[in-house]
Structures are given as structure tokens and as C-alpha cells.
């Protein structure tokens, strides 16, 4: 009898002990849902969409750090790649000339997001060879229309947190499960972007806006002078492909010796000789490098946005003061 009771017990108590297992057995075994397969046109972007879609979304970026998106040409497997991605961010605005004809050929059907579509005012191209000193260029038009504008909306904090809750949205189309999550990305990522905003502001303000004067190399500011005060003069106009006229550097040689202007910059994915000759020129020594149209690799100092704007901004800022 003892001997049958303490079989009982043990089966009991062994019976009870994989009761309270199963469940976290069962969660083992549960799968995490597949990620998302997203494509963004671009680095910058790329870093935007991770932001936001975390763990739920692989992202492939099609123009890599470094690398210039006036100038892109897709290859066969990026266009393979762009064909089995379910939703495919760009821009937008005319910056991605090339996209319409890789979904094309991609043969796309699934959700393409541009993500200027909802609360950016674009800009209107400003190119004059008299005044800015390059060659006037004629934008390709986007999948909605835009032509002569200004593509660089992102170079503005508050446009890129439109950006950021373009993409929620996007996300949220393809992926009704993970809706909560993107937003809560979305939310979490625009208060940093304010936080940056903030900084940002703070740093110019503390510079008289009659020295906010800044030479680049291509016509990439605009939103950021915009946004922050500051006049940028370039010898290239907004499209990196584009020669700029000897008549357009003599202007800029002769204004920033007028103008007593001492920052003076590459940008990371332009070629520094027609900014070496303007320094040489001037005897205004180059101020370093900045960063408009793609991030630097994950060892530099312009890895993700936030970082992309606050070396811009202490780059420039520091330039201007002499330091």
C-alpha cells in the first residue's frame, strides 16, 4: 500500500512539474515571425527604416555609405533584389532618377513608399550661374511630378521626422501585427530628432547670422540653411554629375575674399579637387569634410543620421569661429 502511495505521489508530482514546463516549452518552439524584407534607395534613408522597423524589418540599402545616388546605376542582383523585397522606400523629389526604371525592370508589385510624399515643402532649385556660380540643371521628375526642386529634405531635422512617420506608416501597410511596435519606434526616434533639432538650433545661435557663410562643393544645404540660418555656396549645383562653369568659381573666388568667408568644405562623396583649387585660390584652408547624401561607414563619424548631423553641425560651427 505505502509503496503504491509513494508511486502515486511521484507520478503526481512529476505530472504536475511538466505541467509547469509545457508552457515555456511551447514558447520555445514558437517562431518569431520572418522579418519584414524592406530596400531603401539610399544610406541615409537605410538608417531611417532600421530606426523604425527594429527587429521586424530587414533592411537592404541599394546606394551604400559612401557611395553617390545622382550617379547610381542598379545592378541585375539588386534589381532581383528589389523584386522580392515587399516594400521598397526611396526618397523621392527627383533624387532617385533611376528608381522608376528598376521597378520596372524589377518587375515590383509590392508597397513603394516615397517618403517626402506627407509633410515636406519642398524647395524650389534656386540655380542661377550669375549668382551661385554653377551651371543651371534640369532635374528628372519623380513618380509624383516634381521637377526643378531641391531632393535634400532630409538635411532638415523636422523633415526628417515627417520622414520617420512616413515610414511607420509604410510599415504598418505591410505588417498590421507589428503596427504598434513601428509606432512606438516612430515615437521614441522623433523625440531624439527633437532632442537634435534643439542642439542644433542652440549651436547656431550662438554665431552672428551675418558669419553663418559656408563654401561646399555641391548644392546640398538648402534645407539645412533653411531650417538653421545659414547661407551655403557651392560650385557644383545640387547634382554631383554636374560640371561647374570657370566662370562660376572665378564669382565664388572673388566673393569669399570679399566676404572674408573661412569654411570651407568637402563633402564626402564629391571629388576635393575643385575645393582644393578654391582654397588654394583664396588661401582659405579646407575645414574638413561633411556629409549630404550618404552616411560614412559604421567606423566613422557620420555612421547614422543623429551622428551625420551633429558632425555636420560642430564641423561647420567650429569652422566658422576659427577654431
Known sequence: MKTNLRRH????????????????????TVKPPAPIQAVASFSILGDLVRQVGGDRVAVEVLVGPGSDAHVFQPTP????????????????????????RLLDTA???GQHIVVSRQGIKPLESKEDEDHHGHEAHKKDHDDHGHGDIDPHAWQSVPNTMAYVSNIAEGLCAVDAAGCESYKRNALRYRAELKALDTDIRAQWAAIPAQQRKVITS???FGYYAQTYGVQFLAPQGMNTDNEASAKGVAQLIRQIRKENIKALFVESIS????????GRETGVKPSGELFSDSLSDAKGSAAT?????RHNTESLTQAIRGL
Request: glycine share 8%; net charge positive.
Open 9 to 28: 505521489l511521484l507520478l503526481s508530482s512529476i505530472g504536475l512539474a511538466a505541467a509547469a514546463l509545457s508552457p515555456s516549452l511551447q514558447a520555445q
Open 77 to 100: 542582383s539588386q534589381a532581383r533584389t528589389v523584386g522580392q523585397a515587399q516594400i521598397v522606400f526611396s526618397n523621392g523629389l527627383g533624387f532617385e532618377g533611376w528608381m522608376s
Open 107 to 109: 518587375r515590383y508589385k
Open 218 to 220: 555641391h548644392d546640398a
Open 271 to 278: 571629388d576635393p579637387r575643385l575645393i582644393q583649387q578654391i
Open 305 to 309: 543620421y543623429i551622428a551625420m548631423m
